[in-house]
């Protein structure tokens, strides 16, 4: 076999939640890095990497033959999840997109996606749309991480089709759009990457509202939904016992 396939470590984060033995589908696989790591290192796992264009279909191709995986990875041309039938994968990955394609891809193939065990998303952006749909979905979140990465900030969302699971989310609607915006699991553990992103967005979203206040005709009801979700991100940045609103 040839030389071992390097990997970021957001995609080994995502390839960790992957079982012993996966038979896994990853969607807009690129360059086919994610399967040629997982299946060099479990002999027993089964990937299919899909790619929507050609270009990356070739390169995905190159990869599978240059570490002559061509008995464990199958490379297949086409949008989104059409590539798979279903039955065909117990896990689905989607990695490096922003969350509104992840849920349109999951969306548009809604059976095939409700078909696997487990999926994995790793949103560049919009984390909370890819929380939505698993909730609507019948998909319990069992884990999520944020990490940094060469100058951005990544969320990797564990999610399992299972009956009966604890779920993370609380049974008050607002708390739960809150969980939905920040992860019920990442705004429990608050590590560097969670406080650096959170507090980027805050005085992100604090110069948007200050611009709506300025507007000859101000949208009252989308300035009071901004305000509801700045205000959630005040109170997960706040240190006990300080009124620093500059955290």
Same mark, same amino acid.
């Given at each position: ?48 990497? @899909? =790619?929507?264009? *050609? ?13 002559? +995986? %061509?008995? /464990? ?13 279903? @039955? =065909?994968?117990? *896990? ?13 891809? +999951? %969306?548009? /193939? ?33 884990? %999520? ?103």
């Amino acid at each position: 076999m040839n030389s071992n396939v390097s990997l970021s470590n957001r995609l080994k984060i995502v390839a960790g939640y992957l079982p012993q033995g996966a038979c896994f589908a990853d969607i807009g696989s690129d360059h086919a890095y994610l399967p040629a790591y997982v299946c060099q290192k479990d002999p027993e796992a089964k990937a299919i990497a @899909g =790619e929507v264009n *050609q270009g990356p279909f070739d390169s995905a191709k190159k990869t599978v033959q240059f570490h002559q +995986l %061509e008995e /464990q990875i199958e490379v297949r041309l086409g949008d989104g999840l059409t590539v798979l039938r279903e @039955g =065909e994968a117990d *896990q689905i990955v989607i990695a490096g997109m922003g969350g509104a394609l992840i849920t349109s891809i +999951l %969306e548009t /193939q809604a059976s095939i996606a409700e078909s696997v065990d487990r999926i994995i998303a790793q949103p560049n952006v919009d984390a909370r749309e890819v929380r939505r749909w698993f909730d609507q979905h019948g998909f319990t979140l069992i884990a %999520e991480e944020i990490m940094a990465e060469q100058g951005h900030i990544y969320e990797v969302l564990v999610a399992d089709r299972q009956i009966n699971v604890f779920s993370p989310y609380n049974d008050n609607d607002q708390i739960k759009e809150k969980q939905f915006l920040l992860g019920p699991y990442l705004v429990n553990e608050k590590n560097d990457a969670f406080i650096k992103k959170w507090t980027w967005e805050k005085a992100k979203l604090e110069r948007i509202i200050s611009q709506m206040q300025q507007a000859k005709q101000v949208n009252y009801e989308r300035m009071s939904e901004f305000q509801t979700e700045l205000n959630w991100m005040k109170e997960e940045l706040y240190y006990e016992g300080t009124n620093d609103e500059t955290c």
